[in-house]
């Protein structure tokens, strides 16, 4: 619901700030007076576009504040936009527009796009006019009127499409995959044959080239490992002459604790040393150099290393590749029987979209008679009983099936008896669809919609008993949301529950617009001034009086 209004330096209104509250708000005073400028600016809040012509004469820029009581729906689109709103916050959509023709947005202290704008402008207010090609006249929407009107939910259509699409792709992608592999299977089978044979294992390459490397470099150092064993181990080597020279010290040590303390270095030189040559042993043997199977080694690694260049892996991944075509080869050997199972899970599943679809139509057609009641009874007060409505739903053909259902939806008119029925906009008149919008709008009040509703000129082009069913309609509206009225029907403005009256005053030089929210005795003359003109007589008083609800 719009709580408040605030306009600075828009066209002929310099600064304005209004308060609205629940129920009819109507906006009246003379012709040329600015009640359009009025709605151009709450327009420009709700993202209509912008324009250099809406900055007044002088100003630098146009501001327009607006604040909603927002409903859920415009709170869920806020929230997937990632605008953060406080439980209990006011929504403050703020929009200016500079002189040279710039503009911006921004909503509680935000920047957003004007698309983002007229999407949340569209959830929290409806705005309907002579000229209405937005809202109700726009066969768009009429699905979606239709279907809140009913209360069925569609749940069940828009998940059994969603099974029926991805059953569908899953078929396109089996068929196009099919295809690939057929074309592909003297290629698969000769693939599949050869890494079979080379039977590749997940860090096999690895292992090869460090078993490879080792024995390339056992094969450059074999011959020192040699002398070097023979300069420790030989009978001339230097180990063995270490034991002689201990053996023959052991004779003699006692001669002199020196030669005691001599015979232990010895010893502890004889123990490395042993243990030196068994470390050399063991080198030799981890470095021996075997050409046979370094031959057989290498000829295994360029084996790896030349199929997975092949296709484009690494040779580790061989193994698992292996394992992918052989699946491949045997999808195409499979063939027709996982197709066939993917066309029957289509078929089911488009069978369970039909069923859904159908038992919502009906639920559709049942509201669809409702509405056409309801709508042509509202038709007779508002002086068109010789208009009939109808709400027309047409199949459509499979390739439009979607989410939403089997057939599109259009409301129609036929204005005279005997007159072929077509869309709203195309035959009524601009007082004619006024009022069939009025009474359409009447007749879907009851599944909500916008909790802010603007009429503009709605009554324009009638009086008398029609004027006031037009007005009844509106409070009607009213009762349960908010609905704002430009009118010069004193019938209409009598049902309001607050009264606004734009006036345009001049000194010469400056010509502004002002808006005063009238108090019950200015009300009366308001519509006293309505009624009689500008000489307002007692007469017109007094039917003000009675007209006022």
Not at 34 to 54: E, F, M, P, T, V
Not at 250 to 257: C, M, Y
Not at 480 to 499: D, E, K, M, Y
């Amino acid at each position: 619901m719009l709580t408040r209004l605030s306009i600075r330096n828009v066209v002929l209104i310099e600064a304005l700030d209004l308060d609205f509250a629940q129920g009819l708000a109507v906006l009246t005073g003379e012709t040329g007076a600015g009640k359009s400028i009025l709605l151009d600016a709450l327009g420009l809040a709700l993202g209509d576009r912008a324009s250099a012509a809406l900055v007044r004469h002088g100003a630098a820029e146009a501001r327009v504040t607006a604040s909603f009581d927002p409903p859920p729906a415009a709170l869920a689109l806020l929230l997937e936009s990632e605008i953060v709103m406080e439980p209990g916050e006011p929504l403050l959509i703020r929009r200016v527009v500079k002189a040279d023709g710039g503009s911006r947005a921004l909503v509680n202290d935000q920047p957003v796009s004007a698309a983002l704008l007229r999407e949340l402008g569209g959830l929290l207010v409806e705005i309907h006019g002579q000229h209405d090609d937005r809202g109700l006249t726009s066969a768009r929407g009429h699905r979606a009127l239709l279907d809140q009107y009913s209360g069925a939910d569609n749940g069940d259509v828009a998940k059994c499409w969603a099974v029926v699409q991805a059953a569908e792709t899953a078929l396109m992608a089996a068929r196009e995959a099919l295809d690939t592999a057929a074309c592909d299977q003297d290629w698969l089978t000769h693939a599949v044959a050869e890494l079979r044979t080379l039977a590749p294992i997940p860090g096999e390459e690895a292992a090869l080239a460090e078993r490879r490397a080792v024995m390339q470099r056992g094969a450059k150092i074999t011959d020192d490992l040699t002398t070097i064993l023979a300069l420790v181990e030989d009978s001339d080597g230097g180990l063995n002459k270490l034991r002689m020279a201990a053996r023959s010290l052991d004779r003699i040590q006692t001669a002199h604790p020196k030669l005691a303390e001599a015979l232990q270095a010895l010893d502890a030189a004889i123990i490395s040393g042993a243990e030196a040559e068994d470390m050399l042993r063991a080198g030799q043997d981890a470095l021996a150099y075997d050409p046979a199977r370094l031959e057989e080694d290498e000829a295994r690694l360029f084996d790896l290393r030349a199929v997975a260049r092949k296709h484009r892996v690494q040779p580790d991944d061989l193994a698992a590749l292996a394992e992918e075509f052989a699946a491949r080869l045997a999808a195409i050997e499979m063939g027709s029987e996982g197709l066939a199972a993917r066309e029957a899970e289509v078929a089911a599943a488009r069978e369970a979209y039909v069923q859904a679809a159908q038992a919502f139509s009906a639920a559709r057609t049942s509201a669809a008679t409702r509405l056409d009641s309801a709508v042509n009874a509202e038709l007779v007060p508002l002086k068109l009983d010789a208009a009939k409505f109808r709400t027309v739903l047409t199949p459509l053909p499979e390739t439009q099936w979607g989410p939403h259902g089997t057939e599109r939806v259009a409301f129609e008119i036929a204005t005279n008896p005997g007159a072929p029925f077509a869309p709203l906009a195309k035959i009524a008149s601009g007082g004619e669809l006024s009022r069939f919008i009025l009474a359409l709008k009447v007749a879907l009040a009851q599944a909500g919609g916008a909790a802010t509703m603007v009429f503009d000129e709605i009554d324009r082009g009638v009086g008398g008993a029609v004027a006031s069913a037009v007005g009844q309609r509106l409070a009607r509206l009213a009762a349960g949301s908010q609905v704002l009225v430009v009118t010069h029907s004193p019938q209409v403005a009598a049902r309001g529950s607050q009264h606004l009256l734009i006036a345009k005053a001049s000194d010469g030089q400056i010509t502004r617009t002002s808006v005063h929210a009238l108090n019950a005795h200015e009300r009366r003359e308001e519509i006293a001034r309505m009624l009689s003109g500008a000489h307002i007589t007692d007469e017109a008083r007094a039917q003000a009086e009675r007209l006022i609800v």
